[in-house]
């Protein structure tokens, strides 16, 4: 079985990592992109992504990264989750890189390992492994999650015969800003220009990116409970302290009941998004099964966990000042990204032999 | 890990000397004992070695392997899970020496003589009353959904030692002897016909002030560790699919016919939660191993009940002609609690007391927002108020 702890060395990433993004992430600044998108995510990703070595953190050594695993990045994305920040870690540095790592590349790992470039896979946000469709050279491929700040763009393209990985550099496209459900993760429209790079093609290009795809759905599940556990933490603080009734709203059962079932839910998310990134991490045989259930639960957790931190806090809740909304919007968000939870209940179906 | 080594030799040992293919059980059982392999995180000469609790698994383990027969935990459970670690931890030494034993052999069974009608949730409102005689306590009073009462030779009861003082502060926690001619046990049916349950009442029941185990007065904090272990146990999961969903998967693979659309998004929806669940307290598990605190035992306690409860349900809906029918309404009393067992109406039925038993779900919710989530407490009238000038 699995090992669901946090090991030592774990423990002081996520310390790491959560002191820079209090530094360089800070809510206000988020939520100052919904009005002002051109700031963009670079403020907040570069010391990340250089002094703390994120961007290469799933790198091989032999390319400049750390050659860490799943489990660090877990670990990272759970902090990302927590403080809704802007970075293009999971984008990058997780799937854009794997992509990359399975295409066989040398060139470019080294200058993302660095953080001197940030790489994007060009793929509708919303889609999964084995269920994607590639983009047509010349044709608006959206909506991108990551690709406003990247230099390197990563496309499945439809080629004459079969599926090609494409490399393109930042002015080989043309890129649309969209506006987003979610700005601390914007996204656009990228149009290919000319013939690129090719990086590897028919089915081992398929498989680099189902590959990566894979990778960014076992994780994304540790940044959903990222999310689900600040919601969770900052309504138990704000029942606490709000009095009505000449007593704190958290000393009525309607309110604790509420809570402690989301208590429930916010653990088990964390135990589940724990075990999809183990098993990654071990290239364990359950992985497929482990992150189609990360994803199926973890999607929703975070959803009911903002969700419920927004009609707990009353009408602050409701307000622009508030942070809440931006974790419902990222939870929204990161639940229609990389599959719906049915669409990974569907694949579930078919790992563990439940037909329809 | 030389523990480790250590441990499975001494299981190799105990099967070289003790065929368990040509004793009994309890003959085996007691040599288990005996070599401290009961429970490894006892101290020796209590079934243990003194050694990490982790271990247990090791020699569990080993002693699957080789076929050996194990305590059965269905038929003992308040022993074994109940009363084994409250013994160690406020049992005196004469009292673990005698009693330990025979409940890891299961030749003495146990039964928990705790709830009572006036006492359910609010456990420490006991009323059942204890009074010193010389020096033996003189027990009367009525307890109720005691399983097992009816096969067991020993109990643990808590009783009010002094009426005087707040509630917690007048209880005392007592070891009886089942055979007492004081005691009456009368099968309580439930709603799944049989009766799994008794009352129990004590007319003059005597107890040897020997068998109080920790201080007069004390009776809350003993029970509450007991209590806790209940808990954990009810909580703890297990394989892949070894639940409710288990049963219902395998009719799913079997029986192509059941499936519709909509009961196959019921289905997945379940089976998510029934294996997150389990994940959940497979980290529990490593959690506790590793010395940290679980505050979550009481949230898993809280998720088998929901799940229970709707698995079983969507189970009679799968089959709708079969989930109309019954498998037995005679009255019988079982030896053993059986979630898993019988019809799959006797399983929504049963489900239905998961909710109930070993800390209802609205007192788990409690527990978690109080003393996990740090949330303020309940008002209570009766507090620091004498438990006989409480309106009751």
Known sequence: MSDLLYSDVELSL????????????????????????????????????????????????????????????AVVLEEIGRAVAPVPFLTSAVIATTALAAAGDETFLPSLATGDATAVLVLPWSARAGAWQA?????????????????LFVVPLAGDNELELRGYSRDEVEMTALTSLDMSRQLAAVRTNGDGRLLLGGASATQAVNEALSCGQALLASEQYGIAAWCLETTVDYVKTRIQFARPIGSFQAIKHRLADLFLEVTQA??????????????DADAATAQALAQAYCSDIAIRAAEEALQLHGGIGMTWEHPVHLYLKRAKADQLALGTPAAHRADLAELVDLPA | MDNARDVIERVDDLLFQHDPGRLSTEEFLGARFDAGLAWVHFPEGLGGLGLPRELNAVVEERLVEAGAPAPDVSRNGIGLGMAAPTLLAFG??????????????????????????????DLAAVATRAVLDGDTWVVNGQKVWTSGAHNAQRAILVARTDAHVPKHAGLSYFVVDMSDPGLDVRPLRQITGEAEFNEVFLSGVRVPDADRIGAVGEGWKVATTTLNNERVAIGAGADREAGQIGLVARRWREEPEL?????????????????????????????????????????????????????????????????LLYDDWTMVRSASASFLGRGPGFRYLRAKGNSIEGGTSEIMRNVIAERVLGLPAEHRPDKGVPFNEVPR
């Open chain 1, 14 to 73: 996520r310390d790491s990592v959560r002191a820079a993004l209090r530094r360089h992430a800070p809510q206000e600044a988020t939520a100052r992109l919904y009005d002002d998108p051109s700031a963009g995510s670079s403020a907040a990703w570069a010391p990340l992504a250089r002094d703390l070595g994120l961007a290469g953190l799933l790198i091989g050594e032999d390319h400049g990264g750390a050659g860490a695993s799943a489990r660090e990045a």
């Open chain 2, 259 to 323: 499936r519709t659309a909509a009961a196959h998004e019921e289905l997945l929806h379940w089976w998510v939660e029934a294996e997150v669940t389990r994940i959940a307290g497979e980290r529990l598990r490593q959690q506790m191993a590793a010395g940290q605190p679980g505050p979550e035992s009481s949230a898993m306690k809280l998720a088998f009940a929901q799940q229970a409860q709707a698995i079983t349900g969507f189970a009679l809906e799968l089959d709708p002609d079969a989930g």
């Open chain 1, 135 to 151: 983009g047509v050279p010349g044709a608006d491929i959206a909506p991108v999650a990551g690709a406003l700040d990247a230099d």
């Open chain 2, 92 to 121: 005196t030494e004469e009292q673990q020496h005698r009693y330990l034993r025979p409940l890891f052999t299961c030749e003495e069974i146990w039964c928990q003589l705790f709830s009572e009608p006036g006492a359910g949730s």
């Open chain 1, 270 to 283: 964390g135990a589940v998004a724990r075990y999809a990134a183990d098993t990654r991490a071990r290239g």
